[in-house]
Structures are given as structure tokens and as C-alpha cells.
């Protein structure tokens, strides 16, 4: 990942609605939300709420499809995963016994 990248991505969740609503969908994977209901879950009107999945999408972070009438957006896993190891991947220096105690408390949520 590029800085440019890891920059639209970190601003884009740097407001408190979409981090709100990419984290509703990282727990709806892999199915996914309709536009309306991430609105009603976070209770945030729908016009606002589609600015926000706008810039959560233009930023790589959700993808969309539509299904019918709705629009489903689901959480882009890989790209979060690739900017999370953008910004850990020099964080040990070669040195794996730093960056332990970060994947130790990965582990639960992963078995």
C-alpha cells in the first residue's frame, strides 16, 4: 500500500459516523448491510449516511452492489488488512518480539 493510499484510508475513518459504519459492516461480513439499514442501526439520517458511505467507498474501505432496490455494502477485508500491515509492517524493525504482544491480542478474535 502507498502512503497516498493509507492516507485516504485514515481519513476517511477519521470521523466518527463511518468509523461507526465500517465497523458495523467488519461485523456483517460477509453479507453485508443495505445503505437504510446501516442509517437505522447508527440512527443517522439517509441522505448523511450516503455522503458517508461515499467517502468510506472512494477511500477503498466498502464496496457496493446492488440487489433489487437496495445497495448492500459490505467491508472491504482485504483493504483494511493491507493498511494495518502498512502501518505495522516496520513498526518491529526486524525484531518480532516487539510486535508479539500486538498478535497476541489478535489471536482470540481469530480462532
Known amino acids: 500500500m502507498e502512503s497516498e493510499h493509507a492516507i485516504l484510508a485514515l481519513a476517511a475513518l477519521a470521523q466518527p459516523t463511518r468509523l461507526d459504519a465500517f465497523r458495523l459492516l467488519v461485523r456483517h461480513e460477509p453479507d453485508g448491510m443495505a445503505a437504510g439499514d446501516i442509517a437505522d442501526t447508527l440512527a443517522v439520517p439517509a441522505n448523511t449516511?450516503?455522503?458517508?458511505?461515499?467517502?468510506?467507498?472512494?477511500?477503498g474501505l466498502?464496496?457496493?452492489?446492488?440487489?433489487?432496490?437496495?445497495?448492500?455494502?459490505?467491508?472491504d477485508l482485504d483493504r483494511i488488512s493491507a493498511l494495518v500491515l502498512f502501518l505495522l509492517k516496520d513498526c518491529c524493525e526486524g525484531r518480532a518480539d516487539l510486535c508479539q504482544p500486538l498478535l497476541a491480542q489478535l489471536a482470540p478474535c481469530c480462532d
Open 62 to 75: 466498502i464496496t457496493s452492489k446492488r440487489m433489487s432496490r437496495s445497495i448492500i455494502y459490505r467491508a
Open 49 to 59: 449516511m450516503s455522503a458517508h458511505l461515499g467517502v468510506l467507498s472512494r477511500a
